[in-house]
Structures are given as structure tokens and as C-alpha cells.
């Protein structure tokens, strides 16, 4: 399995962005997808899991703002951020588990990471 995350950019505060995941081989659809973060300085923490039947959790940081999602027809999730601050600047990465985990050693395969910059 492979996973490329994309969609980081510049964004100013209150703004918006979509990241997507694209993962390849056909069993997307079995696993639980997540997204963690990293800023600078900081640890990787969580962000959002969605189960393969569409069960969703996320980290009290992001509740209400961002929204995670996924269409198994393209082997793709999606992160849908909304009303961004400067403290969501951090390097995003996309991640697959056997289990709806919100830790980031239960998942196995990671993406290469997509930064996102919110200016004040």
C-alpha cells in the first residue's frame, strides 16, 4: 500500500483547505484511514480516523472545523478544513490501520506529509 497525501498550501486565517489522501492497491476500502499532524518543535498528534463503514472520530483540537471523509470508488479520503487558525500549522499526514485507532503506532503506512501554512 501507498499513500500520497496533497492539497497543503497557504491558506490566511478563517480560510479553507482540502487535503486529499490517495492510496493505491484494492483494499482500500477495508481499512481505517487517518490524519495526524506535526508542527514544529512538536510531537505527531492526531486529527480525525474514519472507520472503513464511515464511523468517524476526532481529535476536541478540530471538532466542528475539520471534517474527514473518504470515496472507496477512487481510493481516496479527504480532510475538508474550515475556519483555520495559525496553530494548525504543521506538516499533515495521511495514515492507514487494521484498527479505528486514534494512535499513531497502530498504523503502518504513512504518507509522505503535505504542509499547511495558516498566516495570522
Known amino acids: 500500500v501507498q499513500l500520497q497525501a496533497f492539497g497543503g498550501g497557504l491558506v490566511q486565517a478563517g480560510g479553507s483547505l482540502r487535503l486529499s489522501c490517495a492510496a493505491s492497491g484494492r483494499t482500500f476500502s477495508a481499512y481505517t484511514m487517518g490524519w495526524f499532524r506535526q508542527a514544529p518543535g512538536k510531537e505527531r498528534e492526531f486529527m480525525a480516523r474514519i472507520s472503513s463503514g464511515g464511523h468517524t472520530s476526532y481529535a476536541d483540537s478540530v471538532k466542528g472545523r475539520f471534517t474527514i471523509s473518504r470515496d472507496n470508488a477512487k481510493n481516496t479520503m479527504y480532510l475538508q478544513m474550515n475556519s483555520l487558525k495559525p496553530e494548525d500549522t504543521a506538516v499533515y499526514y495521511c495514515?492507514?490501520?487494521?484498527?479505528?485507532?486514534?494512535?499513531?503506532?497502530?498504523?503502518?503506512?504513512w504518507g509522505q506529509g503535505t504542509l499547511v501554512t495558516v498566516s495570522s
Open positions: 495514515a492507514k490501520s487494521s484498527r479505528f485507532s486514534s494512535l499513531g503506532d497502530d498504523y503502518d503506512y
